[in-house]
């Protein structure tokens, strides 16, 4: 792959705001899409306690050189003080949907 994938994984407290979070990524082309799971059951460690929270998750299909710019844009609009985003490598994927999410993502 010329250009490198990836999956860019987002947690928040409401699918709504991660969908309208994802349309602005798409609408500036940089993410191709997003799957958003609305309901899983997140565990982890905060402030010195164990959480048990549910939350909803956003999985965006995009390049790696836009994953500084999804940072970016989540540290100022998502509204944890520090959201979870994780950017995935895609190790290999359908020549179509590869040529698609590259086309979609062009700026």
Known sequence: M???LVT???TAESA???ADFTRALVADR???CGNILPAVRSIY???GAVQDDAEALVLL??????VPTI????DKEHPYDT?????????????????????QTAL
Do not use: S
């Open 2 to 4: 010329a250009e490198q």
């Open 8 to 10: 860019v994984t987002i």
């Open 16 to 18: 709504d705001w991660l």
């Open 30 to 32: 940089l993410a191709a």
């Open 45 to 47: 460690a905060w402030d």
């Open 61 to 66: 299909h995009t390049r790696a050189t836009h």
């Open 71 to 74: 940072i970016a844009r989540a």
């Open 83 to 103: 959201p979870q985003v994780l950017a995935v490598p895609v190790a290999d994927a359908h020549p179509g949907y590869l040529a698609w999410v590259l086309e």
